[in-house]
């Protein structure tokens, strides 16, 4: 009996596994039958199958403008609305390439975003595509029993797209054959590593400026035609147009940025480089293959641990794509050795000396391609971002220029008449902190300076009388604020002026700004010569009458630069920071018409009791007669050696 009990208990052990093993079974079934495609009568295989082919083609073709457009079917109104944002590729309006970077916003697309735009088009679709089963009207009845719906899934090795539509399929004699409602496809594309290697690189270039650096190299390989710091002898003055510097860095560009690789993808180390490039921008080897040239050990990017051995990757900038340089200090349309320093005194003292410094922006295409192997198809995948320099530095702030498409769409007179916010602007003493008021004021957007006017006192609104200006200006995204006053060094910030739609002009109020500057004391000077005698030097005299005198001042921290000629010419003293003790790197050159024939340099020291108390400062330089022009080079290469002996400024 006993025995007889147990075998019952097991019996229903076992049928309880069974029921239990059944739930899992269906439960499992159920999650993944909306992956398996139906079981039907093979006779009704072509209207599953055609409902299939129109989900793939569907997902294939957004798949496609997802490629082209950097992870975008569909703009968001912030993209469409705002030119700055994009990259425009081609004049069909649906085929643009958003920044994933511009203006100091990250905006890479995430996967669940790019699946969600392959489902709205894929879905968008599929009624145009199935058309109502036409193409079986005669064979059988396809009624339906709901509405289409679509779910894409971005898996590691591919995408599957899932068409969920209810339909019944009768035979002519109303028979129903079958019922249907899934539909799924599965697409060899690796979007989702794509993707991966794209965030990567764009967030690499975030942390590390490479494509800043790259540039900046270039800016700095080609003085003579993108000048940025240099010493020339010639008389008359040197002159760059920035239209022709604007031009050749747009093409050192585009020759060097496709030859950046990513490590750990697949490109070909012994690829050519074009006699272009040998001869212009590859220097340092006469070898006509990538692994043995400049470009490998400076242009590979090393991003990642994880390879990417089957993808490829190039950087691209096309000459007819739009860029913003601005150079400092500049002539207007053109940039000229000591062009704000010297004046005319240049054409007969044929000595120059010249520092520039640059901000550029400009758009970057960068390009993944995913082999085919046998397991996945090819697929190509194309983002873009800015680039941005800002005085000869990588920067990756919020420093962009008003947008570039509409720069040529108003005269400078009508930009600057046609205003919208009313913004605040203070300007401040970098030093003491106190208000400076009959500060002038400009605002340069783009390719447009518009001057605003000066801080002054406003009595009935701030019983304080600090000074400020409030001033209605036109929109600008970032526009260039600069102020001038005497007594103080030029100062300059970025703006945004800010653009109030949403509420009528007479209430658009913008934001406040405060304007730093950096007070500054004018010196008259003179300059007196010394020459060697034995181990020590001669009393200072005056220079000849045909010798001319070129004075450079540089203050690293607080990025300030003065020139000085002497003889002075008129109402051109040397400016020197005031109200602060201060370091400068101090450089002298003086010239018997075109030939060097003395200098000096050190590090110099400047209180702010004698900033206070000084007028004139006496420079003192050394001399020598040289046998040759290499004993003149080793001279000035060691010039602050041969400096040591010679007084040190003399401020009084």
């Known amino acids: 009996m006993i025995y007889k009990k147990r075998g019952q208990i097991t019996v229903f052990i076992i049928i309880g596994l069974i029921i239990l093993l059944t739930y899992f079974l269906l439960s499992y079934y159920k999650k993944e039958s909306i992956e398996e495609t139906e079981l039907i009568q093979p006779e009704l295989i072509p209207v599953q199958q055609y409902v299939q082919t129109c989900t793939k083609n569907l997902a294939r073709e957004a798949i496609e403008i997802i490629g082209i457009n950097g992870g975008y079917i569909y703009f968001p109104a912030w993209i469409q609305n705002n030119p700055n944002s994009y990259l425009k590729l081609s004049p069909i309006d649906e085929l643009k390439n958003p920044y994933w ?77 079958a019922k249907l409602q899934k539909f799924p496809v599965t697409i060899p594309i690796r979007l989702h590593k794509v993707h991966d290697l794209a965030t990567e690189i764009m967030e690499r270039e975030n942390k590390d400026y490479f494509i800043e650096k790259k540039a900046i190299d270039l800016i700095s390989l080609d003085d003579d035609e993108i000048p940025t710091t240099g010493i020339g002898i010639q008389c008359g003055k040197k002159q760059w147009e920035l239209e022709k510097i604007e031009k050749k860095l747009k093409l050192l560009l585009q020759v060097n940025l496709p030859y950046i690789k990513i490590q750990g993808t697949n490109f070909n180390p012994n690829s050519r480089i074009t006699p272009y490039q040998l001869q212009d921008t590859n ?81 970057v295409k960068a390009t993944i391609v995913d082999d085919e192997t046998k397991d996945n198809e090819r697929y190509s995948f194309t983002f873009a971002f800015k680039a941005q320099i800002n005085h000869n530095m990588a920067d990756r702030t919020n420093f962009a220029i008003a947008s570039f498409d509409t720069r040529d769409a108003y005269l400078e007179e009508e930009y600057c008449a046609d205003v919208t916010n009313e913004i605040i602007i203070y300007a401040q003493d970098k030093v003491t902190t106190n208000p400076i008021r009959n500060v002038n004021l400009s605002m340069t957007c783009g390719r447009y300076r518009c001057n605003i006017d000066t801080t002054k006192s406003y009595w009935d609104m701030d019983p304080s009388g600090t000074p400020k200006l409030i001033k209605r200006v036109p929109y600008c995204a970032n526009a260039i604020l600069r102020g001038t006053r005497s007594g103080y060094d030029e100062g300059e910030m970025f703006i945004n002026t800010g653009r109030r739609l949403d509420t009528p002009v007479e209430d658009r109020i913008g934001n406040t700004f405060n304007l730093v500057m950096r007070p500054v004391k004018e010196f008259n000077y003179t300059i007196v010569k010394h020459q060697p005698l034995g181990l020590g030097i001669s009393g200072a005299n005056p220079l000849n009458e045909n010798q001319k005198a070129m004075i450079t001042v540089k203050n690293i921290g607080e990025n300030f630069e003065s020139y000085g000629t002497y003889p002075l010419e008129e109402n051109a003293p040397l400016r020197l920071l005031d109200k602060d003790d201060f370091n400068y790197n101090l450089e002298i050159f003086v010239m018997d018409n075109e030939t060097i024939t003395g200098g000096y340099g050190a590090k110099w020291e400047v209180s702010k009791i004698d900033l206070r108390l000084g007028k004139n400062i006496t420079f003192h330089v050394i001399e020598k007669e040289f046998k040759d022009d290499s004993e003149r080079y080793l001279f000035f290469a060691g010039l602050e050696k041969y400096s040591e002996p010679i007084p040190s400024p003399e401020i009084k």
């Not at 079986?136 to 894409?152: K, P, R, S, T, W």
């Not at 990642?304 to 207007?332: C, E």
């Not at 940039?335 to 054409?347: A, C, P, R």
Request: negative net charge.
């Open 101 to 177: 970077w511009y203006d100091g916003n990250d905006a890479i697309p995430p996967l669940d975003f790019i699946a969600k735009q392959i489902e709205d088009y894929t879905k968008a679709g599929m009624a145009d595509c199935i058309d109502n089963f036409s193409a079986f009207h005669e064979q059988y009845d396809v009624i339906e029993l709901g509405n289409f719906n679509v779910i894409a899934e971005i898996e590691e090795e591919d995408i599957r797209v899932r068409t969920l539509y209810p339909i019944e399929v009768k035979d002519k004699f109303n028979k129903t054959l």
């Open 283 to 363: 220097p340092y080897s006469q070898s006509d293959t990538y692994n043995e040239s400049y470009y490998n050990s400076h242009y590979i990017w090393d991003i990642t641990d994880i390879p990417y051995r089957n993808m490829h990757v190039s950087f691209n900038y096309d000459p007819q794509w739009d860029m913003m340089l601005y150079a400092r200090p500049n002539k207007g349309n053109y940039v000229e050795s000591n062009s704000q320093k010297s004046g005319d005194i240049l054409s007969l003292f044929c000595f120059h000396v010249w520092h520039f410094t640059y901000d550029v922006i400009f758009p």
